[in-house]
T-cell receptor
Framework: DGGITQSPKYLFRKEGQNVTLSCEQN?????MYWYRQDPGQGLRLIYY???????QKGDIAEGYSVSREKKESFPLTVTSAQKNPTAFYLC????????????????FGPGTRLTVL | DQQVKQNSPSLSVQEGRISILNCDYT??????FLWYKKYPAEGPTFLIS?????DKNEDGRFTVFLNKSAKHLSLHIVPSQPGDSAVYFC??????????FGSGTQLTVLP
């Protein structure tokens, strides 16, 4: 089955520790994204990558880092510098089509809920 | 500054009636728009999209309307079903291919 997987579903971390969230897709999509969702808020973009070995900061990149060594994988590291890391993290991917195309939808993984103790 | 706004955090509708979810945007460079549905503790799932060259797109019970002059789009669900109860996000994209999401509207369909 094609899709996006995120692991683990729930993650607990002690304050001051770095933690890496996994995101894998087998949809052969070029573009991948990381968002966080907080209660009562929409999804906010952390980082995105349009191609292997390239990534760009989103709206709230501070305290996060990513890598894109393989097309299928886009791990997100939440560092100790992130002030409010407790959130629901969502990974997504999309075909990198021309802007304005109705095929530009992003497909989301099931999410990882990170709780900092 | 929120570029995509969903001003109604919640909406309740009777089963069988029409649900209308609204979304406003401020950035005139957005040229395609999407609606996603999200259940608790799950990732959003894509529902329907529309590009700026159209003013309506229909898929089964779901229709999205776009009013570019008013910078407004709406999602109509008819007839509404209890399984439609979820949070609905509108999203907008432009040449940067990033999506900007609204804050979501919780739809509750009452049996």
């Amino acid at each position: 089955d094609g899709g996006i997987t995120q692991s683990p579903k729930y993650l607990f971390r002690k304050e001051g520790q770095n933690v890496t969230l996994s995101c894998e897709q087998n949809l052969n999509h070029d573009a991948m994204y990381w968002y966080r969702q907080d209660p009562g808020q929409g999804l906010r973009l952390i980082y995105y990558s349009q191609i292997v070995n390239d990534f760009q900061k989103g709206d709230i990149a501070e305290g996060y880092s990513v890598s894109r060594e393989k097309k299928e994988s886009f791990p997100l590291t939440v560092t100790s510098a992130q002030k409010n890391p407790t959130a629901f993290y969502l990974c997504a991917s999309s075909i990198d089509t021309l802007p304005g195309s109705e095929d530009n939808e992003q497909f989301f993984g099931p999410g990882t809920r990170l709780t900092v103790l | 500054d929120q570029q995509v706004k969903q001003n109604s955090p919640s909406l309740s509708v009777q089963e069988g009636r029409i649900s209308i979810l609204n979304c406003d945007y401020t950035n005139s460079m957005f040229d395609y728009f999407l609606w996603y549905k999200k259940y608790p503790a799950e990732g959003p799932t894509f529902l329907i999209s529309i590009s700026s060259i159209k003013d309506k797109n229909e898929d089964g019970r779901f229709t999205v309307f776009l009013n570019k002059s008013a910078k407004h789009l709406s999602l109509h669900i008819v007839p509404s079903q209890p399984g439609d109860s979820a949070v609905y996000f509108c999203a907008a994209g432009g040449s940067a291919r990033q999506l900007t999401f609204g804050s979501g509207t919780q739809l509750t369909v009452l049996p």
